[in-house]
């Protein structure tokens, strides 16, 4: 048996995962909703493949923001949690 082997000369990228239920859907975009102020905001994002039941995120969220991931559909956005 022979396999070929290679070595990565690079950091390997840092992936920033969310649950896949944190996820909707808003006119053909992808979105999720935020706490921003007390207050709670939806964000678009991009997304590329799943690991598990996690989605990794390529664009749209930053590291800290607080994302929910439950209970979204009794709140309204805007209001404060």
Avoid: C, F, R, W
Avoid at 44 to 54: A, G, L, R, V
């Amino acid at each position: 048996m022979v396999a070929t082997v290679s070595i990565l000369t690079e950091k390997p990228k840092k992936l920033m995962l969310i649950p896949q239920n944190a996820i909707h859907s808003l006119n053909n975009m992808k979105i999720v909703y935020i706490m921003k102020d007390n207050k709670v905001t939806q964000k678009p994002i991009q997304t590329s493949s799943s690991i598990n039941d996690h989605i990794i995120v390529e664009k749209g969220l930053a590291e800290g923001d607080k994302l929910i991931v439950s209970g979204i559909d009794s709140t309204n956005i805007g209001s404060e949690l």
